[in-house]
């Protein structure tokens, strides 16, 4: 859920919907940066009440959902752009949330924080890896939709799952 792995595939949809390499390059270039910083930012407005696992997890699931407008929407511009600038923005905010739910496992960790960190981190980005080939996998044998319905597909149930755990696993109170 959340890896990201589209915004590789992205440029290669394109000009199934007939979006040009000029184009490609604003929406997924610059525009795009822009629209991930803009959404860490907005990740920010979450009550800090709210256990980073579970922001995390609802984030991921309205990435999958911005994924939705490219899997089953016409292959037209307006239909990439809307679920291109949906989906750069919402994985920003989820690339901010995973840090945070980095830091929450982490804790207090002392003096061992930074290697942790980083070994967390990294792993983070296995998933990355494997879902860029699955999302180009379906892509090229089922067409340019499969990629996002792929994604939408694994993220939905995998975020489902992951929410309904943390939901009904939560952290002790600590004056308990």
Request: include cysteine; charge should be positive.
């Given at each position: 859920?959340?890896?990201?792995?589209?915004?590789?595939?992205?440029?290669?949809?394109?000009?199934?919907?007939?979006?040009?390499?000029?184009?490609?390059?604003?929406?997924?270039?610059?525009?795009?940066?822009?629209?991930?910083?803009?959404?860490?930012?907005?990740?920010?407005?979450?009550?800090?009440?709210?256990?980073?696992?579970?922001?995390?997890?609802?984030?991921?699931?309205?990435?999958?959902?911005?994924?939705?407008?490219?899997?089953?929407?016409?292959?037209?511009?307006?239909?990439?752009?809307?679920?291109?600038?949906?989906?750069?923005?919402?994985?920003?905010?989820?690339?901010?949330?995973?840090?945070?739910?980095?830091?929450?496992?982490?804790?207090?960790?002392?003096?061992?924080?930074?290697?942790?960190?980083?070994?967390?981190?990294?792993?983070?980005?296995?998933?990355?890896?494997?879902?860029?080939?699955?999302?180009?996998?379906?892509?090229?044998?089922?067409?340019?939709?499969?990629?996002?319905?792929?994604?939408?597909?694994?993220?939905?149930?995998?975020?489902?799952?992951?929410?309904?755990?943390f939901l009904t696993h939560g952290k002790?109170?600590?004056?308990?």
């Open positions: 859920m959340a890896s990201g792995s589209m915004i590789q595939i992205l440029p290669g949809l394109a000009r199934n919907y007939g979006i040009s390499g000029e184009q490609v390059a604003w929406i997924n270039g610059l525009g795009g940066a822009l629209l991930n910083v803009a959404g860490a930012l907005s990740a920010s407005v979450i009550s800090a009440k709210t256990r980073a696992p579970v922001a995390y997890m609802a984030a991921a699931l309205l990435n999958a959902a911005t994924l939705v407008i490219l899997w089953l929407g016409p292959l037209q511009p307006a239909v990439y752009f809307a679920g291109t600038v949906l989906f750069l923005f919402t994985i920003g905010a989820c690339y901010a949330l995973f840090t945070a739910v980095v830091l929450e496992f982490l804790g207090n960790s002392g003096k061992s924080g930074s290697a942790r960190y980083s070994i967390i981190n990294s792993l983070g980005n296995v998933p990355v890896a494997y879902m860029a080939w699955i999302d180009g996998s379906c892509s090229e044998r089922w067409g340019a939709r499969a990629a996002s319905g792929a994604d939408v597909i694994l993220s939905t149930i995998g975020g489902s799952i992951l929410l309904a755990y002790k109170p600590e004056n308990a």
